[in-house]
């Protein structure tokens, strides 16, 4: 599976963005997709993932109510709506792909990053 993540960029503080992550691949439809984020210096922190259905969504706490991870599986595309955002949700932000959505420590696939600032 390979995952082309795209649509950071630089917003003020209670601004709003949205990521998208292409995924391509023979099976790509049949894998969950998911958010991750990390902070020069920091570990890799968990933001949102979705299962291959859409049906089932799980959200990091510092994220609920704020973000909201979709998915058009006709075109193999996982979006994350970032909305209120704050400087502390600057960071790069990482889609990845695993047969099992609850695995949050070893997704198999990982896309690119792309940076997100968030001023104050």
């Known amino acids: 599976v390979q995952l082309q993540a795209s649509g950071g960029g630089l917003v003020q503080a209670g601004g709003s963005l949205r990521l998208s992550c292409a995924a391509s691949?023979?099976?790509?439809?049949?894998?969950?997709l998911g958010w991750f984020r990390q902070v020069l210096g920091k570990e890799r922190d968990f933001v949102a993932t979705?299962?291959?259905?859409?049906?089932?969504?799980i959200y990091a706490d510092s994220v609920k109510g704020r973000f909201t991870i979709s998915r058009d599986n006709a075109k193999n595309t996982v979006y994350l709506q970032m909305n209120s955002l704050k400087p502390e949700d600057t960071a790069v932000y990482y889609c990845?792909?695993?047969?099992?959505?609850?695995?949050?420590?070893?997704?198999?696939?990982w896309g690119q990053g792309t940076l997100v600032t968030v001023s104050s």
């Open positions: 979705i299962s291959w259905t859409g049906g089932s969504t």
């Open positions: 691949g023979r099976t790509s439809s049949s894998y969950a």
């Open positions: 990845a792909a695993d047969r099992d959505m609850s695995n949050l420590a070893g997704y198999d696939y």
